[in-house]
């Protein structure tokens, strides 16, 4: 049974790319992963979005939100009031004055409903767990194709305390470093010596292994009660080229080994972090690999 659930996910995100490659190979344009800052939103909080994208240069992202409280009622597990249409996001960027008007909006046909209404259950939920808006995107590339379409979730909640995106990746690469965290946190730079490895070799990738971040969140049961829900830290692997032995990992074996290419050149890799919940953060680094 071991590593059972990373064969899963293997198995399952291997239905999403083309036939017989490795779901952490990338051959040509892809989105790896779609970030909102911060992805847990008070009303009146601004919130930017971004797609990772790889092996596209070029690319522009759209993005589109429908912040409608029928949109909002939804996530409550509800279908209330007129149906919203998504309106942009002109550079991924969710205005706060949105997110007010919308939880305005929405109280304004909630506030008032008693107990056992539809209404009250949105409501209910808001005021213990917080709503989830879905901002679509579509990535296109240089020449207009499309790349890619998706969506990423948004919390808004009213909460005092509210979860955080994971801190920009840090990796050991062998036994080099790279983080995100002292420059761009999309971009995982060397800390000390370029990042090399022979051609055939295996050589293992470990994400720091404190998970300090890691954040519980309120959640509630099956009969409406509430109760905390508990992150857990999922790395995703991507690379240009060579071979990981697993896709995803996660404690208590974080590391994965990875097989160079034969032939040198410089490799692209990526690591993506998620909580589980709504935070992800990534980052792009470089493996040289040498004769």
């Known amino acids: 049974m071991r590593r059972a659930w990373a064969l899963a996910l293997l198995g399952l995100a291997a239905c999403e790319g083309p036939a017989f490659d490795e779901p952490s190979l990338v051959r040509g344009a892809r989105v790896l992963a779609a970030i909102a800052e911060p992805p847990d939103a008070a009303p009146g909080e601004d919130v930017t979005l971004r797609a990772l994208t790889a092996l596209a240069p070029g690319a522009t992202v759209e993005w589109s939100l429908d912040a409608s409280p029928a949109a909002l009622a939804l996530w ?45 259950v949105v409501r209910l939920v808001y005021e ?84 300090g971040w890691l954040e519980s969140y309120p959640a509630l049961d099956l ?7 508990m992150e857990n830290a999922y790395y995703s692997w991507f690379a240009t080229a060579g071979r990981f032995r697993f896709s995803v990992t996660r404690a208590p074996e974080r590391d994965v080994e990875w097989t160079a ?31």
């Open 223 to 229: 009969a409406g009660r509430p109760i905390r829900g």
């Open 76 to 120: 409550a597990g509800q279908t209330l009031f007129e149906a919203g249409s998504p309106e942009a996001l002109p550079e991924g960027r969710l205005d706060g004055a949105r997110t007010q008007a919308s939880i305005d909006a929405l109280y304004a046909r909630v506030g008032d409903a008693p107990p056992g209404t539809p209404e009250h």
């Open 128 to 211: 213990e767990v917080g709503l989830v808006l879905f901002a679509t995107f579509v990535v296109r590339d240089a020449d207009g194709g499309l790349i890619a379409e998706g969506h990423k979730r948004i919390g808004l909640s009213p909460r005092a305390e509210r979860t955080t995106n994971p801190p920009p990746p840090r990796v050991r690469v062998g036994e080099r470093w790279a983080s995100a965290r002292a420059g761009d946190p999309a971009a995982c730079t060397p800390e000390d010596a370029p990042l090399e490895a022979r051609a055939g070799e295996v050589i293992v990738l470990a994400p720091d292994p404190d998970e």
């Open 261 to 291: 290419p034969d032939v040198p050149g410089d490799v692209a890799l990526w690591l993506v972090v998620r909580d589980g919940h709504l935070g992800v953060s990534a980052c792009a680094l470089t493996i040289r690999v040498v004769p």
